[in-house]
């Protein structure tokens, strides 16, 4: 059988044909892939692009509002709630108009409804809208088309806070009209007007007088203050280069003068202050300076010639003069302590005479009321010192250069060993042993007293106890000296508390003891002092009974435990009258009182047995001893142990050989 023919018709797909159709449909495939990539990267990018889009809405500074056509919050960007106190989470949905103010309100919805439907240009408007808390906000408006969502345009509203703007627009519209209102006025009346001008800058020159006046001058006594003061003295030194001379300063300090502020109120005070003031500058020249520094520190410059009258001539008739001061109504007077400084140099500086002068009215406020010192090279030496004294202390309450000694004190109805009586000292690096009277009034005007003060306190309480524990069949009392600035330290009855607390010290073995002086200065903080430690079962007694500060209302005002007769006193008996009767006289008050009594500064045995005869019930000094280490207490201590009242004994037998 022969093969069919072959229909001419008919397509025939060879080898040739199939690989190219093959390739026809690769190539489309990859086309295929290469669009649908193209697609999806091109929906990444919009979705990415519509993120930044969202982000930059989000974050956007500006306050950004999405709203239908009718005004219902689509969207909104934490600036718009901020500026509108909205909240974000149910902010949506609302509408923009219950914040628009009543008075915008229609016109920022017809603005928006032109311009969600392409009637209106995207203008800047400026309306009013109310925040979440009643106030009201100016904003810059402008509104433009989103497009739409669903079926409603969508208008994209941005807000800026005009508010202070607007304030200063209407603050300038208003200065702006009354500037208009003025220029008229003028205008019809300007003659009127100059007079007003001139009258003004008249007013202006004696007003700019009167704050150069009140800048210069104190404004209770109308004297000269502290800087117009330094001024002139300024001038008058150098004045001295031109015509040699002297220049004397007189710096005053009103004694007692806080007692008559507490006593008769700040308005007497004041009064005295006037009336001392008006006493100093009758009593100088016209030309002399006299300036009131502050509080109650006065202070007079005198200039004159090698010829004129001497510092210390004029200070005495400062103080006459403020002696024979009385004020009508009340029974106040004046007093005043006066540091003198008279200077020839040009050179020298106003600052530093003026504190020259503050340092001899300082010394002279240690002679009591009524006095004046001259400033000279002694007092400069002595500031050098307490300088380097100060310097020291700071050093030596690091390095542990302080030792507390202590000196026994004698019971005289029995002999025996009744306590010791710490005393501070410093052990400088030279060897050289300082008791607490070269330091401790320097200690105070540093504010170091309480650092130094609770050291001593703390080293004290410990000795005694390590005493206690040593030797307990010895009753011995622990005598601390209290300085007036740590009596009114507020943290001192805690601080002592708390010592007592860490040393197991028990407080009625310990007395405190405090000077008269720190009574009479400040009673009132005192009394509230006392009580506390008091409360606490401490002791407390008063050094140096009988001197400077004396006063019987003290007995009555604190209960005491003891006085301490004051050595001064005590050296006299046996061979003074006066000093034997005013002992006498202090024992017997005391005893009236229940107050017991101790005498320092017992040498001789003389004294002793006038002091026993008084009735006097304890006694220290160097006849029994002088303030010795805590290792040298505690083999008295030994010794009384085994020997009650050995160390009395020893002294008389001592006394009498000698």
Request: proline share 3%.
């Given at each position: 059988?022969?093969?069919a023919?072959?229909?001419?018709?008919?397509?025939?797909w060879?080898?040739?044909?199939v690989?190219?159709?093959v390739?026809v449909?690769l190539a489309?495939?990859?086309?295929l892939?290469?669009?649908e990539?193209?697609?999806?990267s091109?929906?990444r990018?919009?979705?990415?692009?519509?993120?930044?889009?969202?982000?930059?809405?989000?974050?956007?500074?500006t306050?950004?509002?999405?709203?239908d056509?009718?005004?219902?919050i689509?969207?909104?960007n934490a600036?718009?709630?901020?500026l509108?106190g909205?909240?974000?989470?149910?902010?949506?949905?609302v509408s923009?108009?219950t914040?628009?103010?009543?008075g915008?309100?229609a016109?920022?919805?017809?603005?928006?409804?032109?311009?969600?439907?392409?009637?209106?240009?995207?203008d800047?408007?400026?309306?009013r809208?109310?925040r979440?808390?009643?106030t009201?906000?100016w904003?810059?408006?402008?509104?433009?088309?989103?497009?739409?969502?669903?079926?409603?345009?969508?208008?994209?509203?941005?807000?800026?806070?005009?508010?202070g703007?607007?304030k200063?627009e209407?603050?300038?519209?208003?200065?702006?009209?009354?500037?208009?209102r003025r220029?008229?006025?003028?205008?019809?009346?300007?003659?009127?007007?100059?007079?007003?001008?001139?009258?003004?800058?008249?007013?202006?020159?004696?007003?700019?007088?009167?704050?150069?006046h009140?800048?210069?001058?104190?404004?209770?006594t109308?004297?000269?203050?502290r800087?117009?003061?330094?001024?002139?003295?300024?001038?008058a030194?150098?004045?001295l280069?031109?015509k040699?001379?002297?220049?004397?300063?007189?710096?005053?300090?009103?004694?007692?003068f806080?007692?008559?502020?507490?006593?008769f109120?700040?308005a007497?005070g004041?009064?005295?202050l006037v009336?001392?003031?008006?006493?100093?500058e009758?009593?100088l020249?016209?030309r002399d300076?006299?300036a009131?520094?502050g509080?109650?520190e006065?202070?007079v410059?005198?200039e004159h010639?090698?010829?004129?009258?001497?510092?210390?001539?004029?200070a005495?008739?400062?103080?006459?003069?403020?002696?024979?001061?009385?004020?009508?109504?009340?029974d106040v007077?004046?007093?005043?302590?006066?540091?003198?400084?008279?200077c020839?140099?040009?050179?020298?500086a106003?600052?530093?005479?003026?504190?020259?002068?503050d340092?001899a009215?300082y010394e002279?406020?240690q002679?009591?009321r009524?006095?004046?010192?001259?400033?000279?090279?002694?007092?400069r030496?002595?500031?050098?010192?307490?300088l380097?004294?100060?310097?020291?202390?700071?050093?030596?309450?690091?390095?542990?250069?302080?030792?507390?000694?202590y000196?026994?004190q004698?019971?005289?109805?029995?002999g025996?060993?009744?306590?010791?009586?710490a005393?501070?000292?410093?052990?400088r690096?030279?060897?050289?042993?300082?008791?607490?009277?070269?330091?401790?009034?320097?200690?105070?005007?540093?504010?170091?007293?309480?650092d130094?003060g609770?050291?001593?306190?703390?080293?004290?309480c410990?000795?005694?106890e390590?005493w206690r524990?040593?030797?307990?069949?010895?009753?011995?009392?622990?005598?601390?000296?209290?300085s007036a600035?740590?009596?009114v330290?507020p943290?001192?009855?805690?601080?002592i508390?708390?010592?007592l607390?860490?040393?197991?010290?028990?407080?009625?073995s310990l007395?405190?003891?405090?000077?008269?002086?720190?009574l009479?200065?400040d009673?009132?903080?005192?009394?509230?002092?006392?009580?506390?430690?008091?409360?606490?079962?401490?002791r407390l007694?008063?050094?140096?009974?009988?001197t400077r500060?004396s006063s019987?209302t003290?007995l009555k005002?604190f209960?005491?435990?003891?006085?301490?007769i004051?050595e001064s006193?005590?050296?006299?008996?046996?061979s003074?009258?006066?000093?034997?009767?005013i002992?006498s006289?202090?024992?017997?008050?005391?005893h009236?009182?229940?107050?017991q009594?101790?005498?320092?500064?017992?040498?001789?045995?003389?004294?002793?047995?006038?002091?026993?005869d008084?009735?006097?019930?304890?006694a220290?000094g160097?006849?029994f001893g002088?303030?010795?280490?805590?290792?040298?207490?505690?083999?008295?201590?030994?010794?009384?142990?085994?020997h009650?009242?050995?160390?009395e004994a020893?002294?008389?037998?001592?006394?009498?050989?000698?």
């Amino acid at each position: 059988m022969q093969p069919a023919e072959p229909d001419p018709h008919e397509r025939h797909w060879g080898p040739m044909s199939v690989a190219i159709a093959v390739g026809v449909l690769l190539a489309a495939a990859a086309a295929l892939a290469i669009l649908e990539r193209s697609r999806r990267s091109a929906r990444r990018e919009s979705h990415a692009q519509a993120l930044r889009l969202r982000s930059l809405f989000l974050e956007s500074r500006t306050a950004q509002v999405v709203t239908d056509d009718a005004g219902s919050i689509l969207d909104v960007n934490a600036a718009a709630c901020r500026l509108l106190g909205l909240r974000p989470q149910s902010a949506i949905g609302v509408s923009l108009d219950t914040r628009t103010h009543t008075g915008d309100l229609a016109g920022a919805a017809r603005h928006r409804a032109d311009v969600a439907a392409g009637s209106a240009r995207e203008d800047i408007r400026e309306e009013r809208y109310v925040r979440g808390d009643g106030t009201t906000v100016w904003c810059s408006v402008s509104r433009s088309p989103l497009g739409e969502r669903g079926d409603r345009p969508r208008v994209l509203t941005q807000l800026h806070d005009i508010s202070g703007w607007k304030k200063v627009e209407a603050a300038l519209a208003e200065a702006h009209a009354e500037l208009d209102r003025r220029t008229k006025e003028r205008t019809a009346a300007l003659l009127s007007a100059n007079d007003k001008l001139r009258r003004e800058a008249s007013e202006r020159v004696a007003f700019e007088k009167r704050l150069e006046h009140l800048a210069l001058h104190d404004p209770l006594t109308g004297l000269a203050n502290r800087t117009l003061f330094l001024d002139r003295l300024t001038q008058a030194l150098r004045g001295l280069r031109r015509k040699p001379g002297v220049v004397t300063l007189l710096y005053i300090d009103l004694d007692r003068f806080k007692l008559v502020n507490d006593g008769f109120g700040h308005a007497i005070g004041d009064r005295l202050l006037v009336g001392v003031g008006r006493r100093l500058e009758a009593a100088l020249r016209p030309r002399d300076t006299v300036a009131r520094l502050g509080g109650d520190e006065f202070a007079v410059l005198v200039e004159h010639g090698d010829g004129g009258e001497a510092g210390t001539e004029v200070a005495q008739r400062v103080l006459e003069t403020l002696t024979a001061l009385r004020l009508e109504d009340v029974d106040v007077t004046a007093s005043a302590s006066i540091g003198v400084v008279s200077c020839t140099d040009p050179d020298a500086a106003a600052e530093e005479i003026l504190q020259d002068a503050d340092m001899a009215m300082y010394e002279a406020k240690q002679h009591g009321r009524g006095q004046w010192v001259v400033f000279d090279d002694r007092l400069r030496r002595r500031a050098m010192d307490r300088l380097h004294i100060e310097g020291g202390l700071r050093r030596a309450v690091r390095a542990g250069e302080l030792e507390v000694h202590y000196q026994p004190q004698i019971d005289l109805r029995d002999g025996r060993l009744h306590g010791v009586e710490a005393l501070l000292r410093w052990r400088r690096p030279d060897g050289a042993v300082l008791p607490a009277s070269a330091f401790i009034d320097v200690a105070e005007e540093a504010w170091l007293i309480a650092d130094v003060g609770s050291w001593a306190f703390d080293r004290a309480c410990l000795d005694a106890e390590a005493w206690r524990s040593a030797h307990p069949e010895v009753d011995v009392r622990l005598q601390v000296n209290l300085s007036a600035r740590e009596l009114v330290r507020p943290d001192l009855v805690r601080t002592i508390e708390s010592t007592l607390a860490r040393t197991d010290t028990d407080p009625s073995s310990l007395s405190l003891e405090i000077t008269e002086r720190v009574l009479v200065e400040d009673p009132d903080r005192v009394m509230v002092a006392v009580r506390d430690l008091m409360g606490l079962g401490i002791r407390l007694g008063i050094d140096d009974f009988g001197t400077r500060y004396s006063s019987l209302t003290n007995l009555k005002l604190f209960t005491l435990d003891s006085v301490k007769i004051n050595e001064s006193f005590v050296g006299g008996l046996g061979s003074n009258d006066v000093d034997s009767a005013i002992v006498s006289a202090i024992i017997g008050l005391a005893h009236d009182l229940g107050i017991q009594v101790i005498a320092e500064g017992v040498e001789t045995r003389e004294q002793l047995l006038v002091l026993r005869d008084l009735d006097c019930e304890i006694a220290q000094g160097w006849l029994f001893g002088s303030a010795e280490t805590a290792s040298h207490i505690d083999r008295l201590l030994a010794a009384e142990a085994t020997h009650p009242g050995w160390i009395e004994a020893t002294a008389i037998c001592e006394s009498v050989e000698t």
